[in-house]
C-alpha cells in the first residue's frame, strides 16, 4: 500500500529546533526500540527466557526474512524514486532490525554447541539470511535516505507516525477486540498475548501467524515537508 503524503498531517510534538544525528541516535537506542519491543510482545511476537535456542534461532531467521524484505522493498523504491517509500521503508528497516537486534542478543544466552546443534534444525537457505542479512543492511539504508534527503528530524517525525499508527494493529480493549472478530476475513484469528496479567489482542494469518490489520485499521499520512 503507497503511503499518502499530506502536509496537514498529524503533529508531533516534543522536537523544537535543531534536532541533531546525536539526538535521532538517543531516540532509536531509547522510545524508538521500547515502542518496537512492546508491539511484537503485545502481538505475541517476543521473546523470553523460556524459548529454546531452537526456538530462538527460528526467531532470528523469521526476522531475517522480514528485515531483507524492508531492504529489497527500500531498494526498490530507491530505483523508482519514489521518496514517500523510500522514507517509509527507510524507518520500516529500522524497525524490523531492531527487533532482530533483540532475537540475536537472546541468541547469545546459548553456546556455540548449542548454537550449532539447533542449526541442524534449518535449511542451509535459511541459515544463509544470517550472512545477506549484514551486507543488504547499509546499501538498503543508504538507498533510501540518499543524500541528505531525510534529516535527523524528518525521520523522527515520521518515525512517530508510523509507530503510533501502528498502535492500531493491537489493543487491550475487550469490546474492540470482539469488534475485529465480528468482522475477521476466512484465514484470519484473534491471537491473545497475556502479560502482567493483562491481555493484549491482535489478528494474525491463521497459516502464517503473521499480524494482520484490522478492518478499521486507517493508513498512516507521511509527512515530508
Known amino acids: 500500500m503507497v503511503k499518502k503524503v499530506n502536509s496537514g498531517t498529524k503533529k508531533v510534538t516534543g522536537v523544537k529546533g535543531v534536532f541533531t544525528n ?4 538517543k531516540y532509536l537506542e531509547g522510545d524508538f526500540k521500547q515502542f518496537v519491543i512492546d508491539f ?3 502481538c505475541g ?9 531452537s526456538q530462538v534461532l527460528q526467531l532470528v531467521i523469521d526476522q531475517n526474512k522480514v528485515v531483507i524484505e524492508e531492504c529489497l522493498e527500500s531498494l526498490t523504491a530507491f530505483q523508482e524514486r519514489n521518496t514517500t517509500e523510500r522514507l517509509d521503508g527507510l524507518i520500516d528497516v529500522y524497525v524490523t532490525k531492531t527487533m532482530l537486534d533483540e532475537f540475536m542478543l537472546a541468541l547469545d544466552n546459548f553456546s556455540d554447541e548449542e548454537i550449532t546443534q539447533a542449526s541442524l534444525n534449518f535449511s542451509e537457505d535459511d541459515l544463509l ?3 545477506i542479512v549484514p551486507q543488504l543492511l547499509n546499501p538498503a539504508i543508504i538507498a533510501a535516505q540518499g543524500v541528505n534527503i531525510f534529516n535527523p528530524k524528518r525521520f523522527y517525525i515520521n518515525a512517530e507516525l508510523i509507530l503510533e499508527n501502528n498502535r492500531m494493529k493491537y489493543t487491550d480493549d475487550h ?13 484470519c484469528q484473534i491471537k491473545t498475548t497475556t502479560i502482567d496479567e493483562k491481555d493484549w489482542y491482535c489478528i494474525i494469518f491463521t497459516e502464517t501467524g503473521k499480524i494482520k490489520k484490522p478492518f478499521d485499521f486507517e493508513p498512516v499520512v507521511l509527512n515530508l515537508h
Do not use: I, P
Open 40 to 42: 511484537n510482545n503485545r
Open 175 to 187: 469490546d474492540k477486540m470482539l469488534t475485529w472478530k465480528a468482522n475477521l476475513e476466512d484465514g
Open 45 to 53: 511476537k517476543g521473546v523470553s527466557s523460556e524459548h529454546t535456542c
Open 22 to 25: 546525536e539526538d535521532l541516535q
Open 129 to 131: 539470511t544470517l550472512q
